[in-house]
């Protein structure tokens, strides 16, 4: 059964660092692009970062495009964002996602919510000034 349980939130200052996990069951990774969201209250959840085949694809949104980076690790069955030089405007609750790979328009559509359909349950972030 596929399954997604995030870890590693927090409360941290500007300018410091978190990791966030989500260990992911049930899930054949070459076939399975993973990304995490994050949403702010009364706000759509925005697209953050995604991953394919343990990097071989990689996507950023602006915003975070060299402070954020994401990964996997086959072997723990895990998916990491390192989130460095935290700004007040990453404070959100962050959540991983995962679904079946499209090659064909995964790169249109990483940042879209509706692309996957299985969730984790969300880790709050906060980012104090």
């Known amino acids: 059964q596929e399954n997604l349980v995030e870890s590693g939130g927090g409360s941290v200052q500007a300018g410091g660092s978190l990791t966030l996990s989500c260990r992911a069951s049930g899930y054949g990774y070459y076939s399975t692009c993973f990304a995490w969201f994050r949403q702010v209250p009364g706000e759509e959840r925005e697209g953050v970062a995604a991953i394919w085949n343990s990097g071989a694809i990689t996507y950023y949104a602006a915003s975070v495009e060299g402070r954020f980076t994401i990964s996997q690790d086959n072997a723990k069955n895990t998916l990491y964002l390192q989130m460095n030089s935290l700004k007040p405007e990453d404070t959100a609750v962050y959540y991983c996602?995962?679904?079946?790979?499209?090659?064909?328009?995964?790169?249109?559509?990483?940042?879209?919510?509706?692309?996957?359909?299985?969730w984790g349950q969300g880790t709050q972030v906060t980012v104090s000034s």
């Open positions: 996602a995962a679904d079946k790979y499209n090659p064909l328009t995964y790169g249109d559509t990483w940042y879209v919510p509706s692309t996957y359909g299985t």
